[in-house]
């Protein structure tokens, strides 16, 4: 009897909405059976039959079409690895929410790309007894074949040697190995090994006493784990309140009920304290994903996962998609982070992802801050998610002694240094009592931003409530509605002259710092020092063990480390992110500024927090310093109900760029157009985008405002559908629902 002839559906592995559709295809004879849902395959595509790549959808016993036009699977990619049937509705949920294709989605959900060759493990065993063995070394020995005799000794001893052993330790070469092994003295064990990340520092894993507060929340979520009921949950802990300790009794919580758990964090450098805290409670039941490993790290951490061999995994937006046979829980820190969400096509956020995941996994979803995001706390008093708040610190300690520092009152009075007069008296009283200091350059957004040295103010766009942006020839441009002025010579709002952007970097700060204590022990972390594989580590570990007194750096220090021996924060230019061209300026603001203080003070010693600023009245930065971020929300949200921003409207960004400037403007005019024509009554632009030419491609972004979000999901994809029969020879477009960043 002839076996059925069985069919597959391919996504093609191309990067265009009209292939953006299943394929059908023949699974020949020899591949029926090793050929299911998941498994990557090349495929003859096309009139000329050019070779592609796919993903098998789903195997059927039909096709609704002529079999005899259906063409045969070549084989499948080797090396690749299969996607999970979650995976599928994953990145159909990424697709159908955010835009892109399906396999630019089924890309994102596969963290793992490519299967890598296991690690493997040679041991020399002893096979002659040890009289034998030592006789052959003293026969060696006569015959000066010192290697030969070095490693008989050595297996003497030992039954079994590792071969990384003999040609590190006792450097003997690999010739010699053989000579025994060929010779009857000994065997070759091989055996293979999963790649792990490495520890560089357990912390000390002593039991710690939940306070009232944790022990409350604690108490909460494990009641609803062991009533069934999953759902998702927000703790606003002030910085220190002992949210890690919440998250590490959840995640024991989960661990007894047989169940797994995801834990993200929004960067690489906040992996190193917090997998050493899980790594001291857990062991190696845990491990690490990230985009700094090697691609047979990240492969491994997958097969550990799948194969249960670790039931937690730390890591950034990417380790959201460990394959995990049963997850129980996702915790998310620090969420109000912008790197949760993606910058590439799609443009998912992680937040929305890891519901939905949990929604399919019937597992909860924990996040914490300091500092929400607006999205999450207005959820949160909305009724939709579980608050929970933490008001004190862990350890009963104090919030550090913060103070405002009116940077244009240092100028009149003549200090033009970049260091207030005190913070150079505190810093001067911390170094000598052997105590350390963090001092945070906010340079994000420094660029573009032009504001007054005298009054503070920085030059808004008159439509839009946001700071204009600096080009070249003076020109000031709004990056929402187009807006275009010339840059004033003087102040509009003072008439002082000293309007200008400011330029500053770490390593300016660091060299100053090194002339004013060039006894100190300087360390700085950047995009620079951070470079190489590590780094993070590195750095972090050497300022947690003292071996340097003043770390200078970037946002990447301030994001939930934990530095007892911290007792004085200086924020240099704080005011520098309110310029960002950027509705969310002041949001990001008060996080990043709130975030900074909170690193002061955390052990037994009370700290103190400069706020150096122009703006020393903006309310981003009064908030901040009191440490209230019920006060900062209600301000916040009267701007963006006002003004019309997200969450209190939704906002869609759709760029098109291109390598002719005046087709590419010409067709984002007619797209705007077309979206209008939809009964769109919110529309922005088009604009040049905020670095309006990136590699020869011109720039041009479309923004969409709308209540209702379903509303802008049909409308990016009725956008799709007349861009798909437009000109578009030379000109792309990315679509991104509620950016995070402005384009």
């Not at 507060?213 to 002030?238: F, N």
Request: charged share 25%; proline share 4%; net charge positive.
């Amino acid at each position: 009897m002839d076996a059925k002839t069985l069919y597959a559906d391919v996504i093609i592995d191309v990067s265009i909405d009209k292939l953006d559709r299943p394929f059908s295809y023949r699974i020949p004879e020899g591949l029926s059976g090793i050929i299911c849902a998941g498994s990557r395959v090349r495929i003859p595509f096309g009139k000329g039959n050019t070779e592609k790549k796919g993903y098998v959808t789903r195997v059927r016993d039909h096709v609704d079409l002529d079999p005899s036009s259906v063409k045969d699977i070549l084989g499948i990619v080797e090396g690749s690895v299969s996607a999970m049937d979650t995976s599928f509705e994953i990145a159909a949920y990424i697709k159908d929410t955010y835009g892109g294709t399906l396999s630019q989605a089924l890309k994102v959900v596969i963290p793992a790309k490519a299967k890598a060759k296991p690690i493997e493990l040679k041991t020399l065993v002893r096979k002659m007894d040890r009289e034998m063995i030592l006789s052959l070394a003293d026969e060696a020995g006569r015959k000066k074949q010192n290697a030969k005799e070095k490693l008989l000794r050595a297996l003497a001893e030992n039954d079994r040697i590792p071969n990384s052993w003999i040609t590190g330790r006792l450097r003997v070469s690999s010739q010699t190995v053989v000579s025994l092994v060929k010779n009857g003295v000994a065997y070759l064990d091989t055996s293979h090994e999963y790649r792990k990340p490495s520890i560089s520092e357990i912390q000390n894993s002593a039991p710690v006493l939940l306070n009232e507060g944790q022990g409350r929340i604690v108490d909460s979520i494990c009641g609803d784990l062991d009533a069934g009921k999953r759902s998702q949950y927000l703790i606003h802990g002030v910085t220190g309140s002992g949210k890690t300790e919440v998250y590490l009794r959840l995640a024991e919580k989960v661990l007894l009920m047989g169940k797994q758990v995801i834990f993200l964090i929004p960067e690489i450098a906040l992996t190193y304290q917090t997998l050493a805290r899980f790594y001291a409670k857990f062991g190696d039941r845990v491990s690490v994903l990230n985009s700094s490993m090697t691609p047979g790290e990240r492969f491994d951490q997958c097969e550990r996962a799948k194969n249960g061999d670790i039931d937690i995994i730390i890591g950034p937006r990417s380790a959201l998609f460990t394959p995990f046979p049963n997850i129980g829980l996702v915790i998310m820190d620090e969420e109000h982070e912008a790197s949760y969400k993606s910058e590439s096509t799609p443009k998912y956020h992680a937040r929305e992802v890891a519901a939905r995941i949990c929604e399919l996994s019937g597992a909860s979803l924990v996040m914490g801050s300091a500092t929400p995001s607006l999205e999450s706390y207005t959820a949160a008093r909305d009724g939709k998610i579980k608050l929970f708040e933490l008001n004190e610190r862990a350890g009963g300690g104090e919030l550090a002694k913060t103070e405002v520092i009116d940077l244009r009152k240092e100028l009149s009075a003549g200090n033009r240094s970049m260091f207030s007069r005190r913070l150079k008296q505190l810093m001067d009283e911390k170094l000598e009592k052997g105590e350390q200091v963090m001092l945070f350059l906010n340079r994000r957004g420094f660029s573009g931003q032009v504001s007054c040295r005298e009054c503070g103010k920085v030059i808004m766009c008159p439509h839009c409530e946001v700071p204009m942006s600096l080009h070249t020839g003076s020109k000031l441009i709004c990056h929402y509605c187009g807006e275009v002025s010339e840059k004033p010579a003087l102040c509009p709002s003072c008439g002082s002259k000293y309007l200008a952007a400011i330029k500053a970097g770490t390593e300016q700060v660091e060299e100053r710092i090194r002339k004013m204590y060039p006894d100190v022990k300087i360390l700085r972390m950047d995009k620079d020092t951070t470079a190489s594989k590590g780094a993070y580590d590195r750095i972090l570990s050497a300022f947690s063990n003292g071996e340097a007194q003043i770390l200078i750096g970037t946002q990447m220090i301030v994001k939930g480390h934990d530095f007892p021996g911290v007792t004085l924060v200086g924020i240099l230019v704080a005011d520098l992110s309110l310029g960002v061209p950027d509705y969310r300026a002041s949001e990001r603001t008060f996080q990043l500024i709130a975030q900074a203080a909170g690193r002061a003070g955390r052990g037994e010693k009370p700290g103190n927090a400069i706020i150096q600023t122009y703006q020393p009245d903006s309310y981003a930065i009064v908030c901040a310093a009191e440490q209230d971020y019920r006060k900062f929300y209600e301000e916040e949200m009267a701007y963006r109900e006002s003004a019309g921003y997200p969450p209190a409207v939704h906002l869609l960004a759709i760029q098109l760029f291109g390598l002719d400037e005046k087709k590419t403007s010409l067709l984002a005019s007619n797209l705007r157009d077309v979206i209008k024509s939809y009964g769109a009554k919110k529309v922005l632009g088009p604009a040049p985008a905020n670095i309006s030419r990136v590699k020869d491609y011109y720039r041009f972004v479309i923004y969409v405002k709308s209540p209702d979000i379903t509303g802008l999901t049909k409308i990016r994809s009725l956008s799709e559908d007349h861009l798909e029969n437009s000109d578009m020879n030379g000109i792309f477009v990315q679509f991104d629902l509620d950016p995070v960043n402005q384009i």
